[in-house]
């Protein structure tokens, strides 16, 4: 028998009618995640990145393929039935929340529907789930206008941890942020990646961010995965033409000298 994981993704397929046709954006797509695993899915706009995130959180519905969570098959179910497993957090942080509630009032709302009912359980819970993302737990009083950025994407990590899921899918979540803020972000994710043994799917679409802070890579291109493996041997030596791209356009980046405007 297979072994176990926590998520499996098999033979998944999505193809998209248009007006003037179909647009095929996933092709048979197989994607296996273990626990504790923390997985990075690159590739360039367009190659199904945040599709393939959306089959898994049941946000859209392949037309073939099974999603599998902890050994259930839940393709095609809606969002609320896998929410309590799993946890999605997005590019647009400051989007994601409502701009006239307050932080404790979003993530007293997310505990409510994760169960806790009682109000000073819930002020409790909240404080500790910012410390935990590394924010002051006065930030709860204030609006998602008052926060930077960065604190915002650590606030709607924070929000997500509230069910406390086995498994956080991030889209793009730090690439809204400068390059310091995007790597505190991804450290952020390794640290409870380690402490809480989370399952973390990762998708960006830089290379060079997730260098040794995912376990596994998968390299996406025009709806299919054609390369995976441990980060640091498929960085070290790519077998695929489209990844060898990916890495050497890094590497021209990183050369370029930083000029700055007078
Ligand atoms: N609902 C839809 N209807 C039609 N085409 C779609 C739909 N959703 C996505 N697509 C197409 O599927 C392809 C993959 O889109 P997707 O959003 O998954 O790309 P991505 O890898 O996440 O890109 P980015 O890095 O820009 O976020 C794109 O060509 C997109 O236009
Ligand atoms: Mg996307």
Redesign the pocket.
């Known amino acids: 028998m297979d072994k176990e994981y926590i998520l499996s993704v098999s033979n998944v397929s999505r193809t ?1 009618k ?1 007006i003037d046709g179909e ?1 095929q ?1 996933l092709k048979n797509i197989n994607l296996h995640l273990s626990e504790g695993e923390m997985l990075a899915i690159i ?10 995130l ?1 089959q898994i959180a049941c946000l ?1 519905t392949p037309n073939e393929g099974t999603v599998i969570l902890k050994g259930k098959n839940v393709t095609g179910k809606k969002p609320a039935d896998v929410c309590h497993s799993m946890q999605m957090v997005f590019q647009d942080a400051r989007g994601s929340f409502n701009p006239r509630m307050t932080f404790l009032g979003t993530i007293r709302e997310s505990l409510k529907h994760a169960g806790i009912k009682d109000k000073d359980a819930q002020i409790k819970k909240a404080e500790e789930l910012v410390e935990m993302v590394g924010l002051n737990k006065d930030v709860l009083k204030r609006y998602p206008a008052n926060l930077s950025g960065g604190q915002c994407q650590r606030m709607a990590i924070a929000r997500a941890l509230a069910a406390e899921p086995e498994i956080i899918l991030c ?2 979540a730090t690439s809204a942020l400068d390059v310091s803020a995007q790597a505190q972000i991804i450290r952020l994710l390794k640290d409870l990646n380690e402490s809480l043994g989370l399952s973390v799917i990762f ?1 960006s ?1 830089d290379i060079a961010l997730v260098d040794g802070m995912c376990d596994r890579v998968m390299v ?1 291109k025009s ?1 299919q995965i054609v390369e995976e493996g441990p980060i640091h041997e498929v960085l070290s030596d790519p077998k695929n033409e489209y990844t060898k791209q990916l890495i050497s356009s890094i590497l021209s980046i990183k050369d370029e000298p930083i000029t700055f405007a007078s």
């Open positions: 998209f248009l647009f954006a590739g360039e706009s367009g190659s199904g990145k945040s599709t393939i959306k859209d889209d793009e998708v679409h996406m709806g």
